[in-house]
């Protein structure tokens, strides 16, 4: 009988509390997301706003379901344990995606630019951790000679 890897996913919450570079990306993620909504509900019509909102939800769940699969991947590499769900969900992360995209589109609910940019908090993520990253060395770098 062969081993399947359990569901090795946190909640979204405890994610936000982890305080390793995945819970860091995830928490600048929030953050990029909140304050965008934020300024858009202020200065942007409604349709930009939902779509900075959905887009950066989207960006938010897409991490968390990667951060799962990629560590049952990591768990099969390592112990040969057969995971759950195999290929298909990393196809249906994106099918679950494009359908909600592709819906509130439709019911014109939000703009699609804003939702591709909400979508994009993953890349703000990035940058803000390259930047704590080169503080850091900057700071904390040894002196030789």
């Known amino acids: 009988m062969s081993k ?9 919450f405890a994610e936000l509390r982890e305080g390793g570079i995945n819970g860091r990306i995830f ?15 202020l200065f942007a019509p409604w349709r930009v706003t939902t779509g900075l909102l959905l ?4 960006a938010l769940f897409n991490h968390h379901w990667l951060s799962g699969s990629a560590t049952a991947a990591l768990k099969v590499a390592a112990h040969g344990v057969k995971p759950k769900f195999g290929l298909a969900q990393y196809v249906l992360r994106y099918a679950v995606i494009a359908i909600l995209v592709v819906a509130a589109y439709k019911f014109d609910l939000v703009s699609l630019t804003a939702t591709i940019f909400g979508l994009c908090s993953f890349v703000v993520a990035l940058f803000v951790e390259a930047a704590r990253e ?9 002196e030789h000679g």
């Open 4 to 12: 399947q890897a359990n569901n090795v996913s946190k909640s979204l």
């Open 27 to 41: 928490r600048s993620m929030a953050v990029a997301t909140f304050i965008a909504t934020s300024a858009a509900a």
């Open 55 to 58: 887009g950066g939800v989207l």
């Open 134 to 142: 080169f503080y850091n060395a900057l700071i904390h770098r040894e």
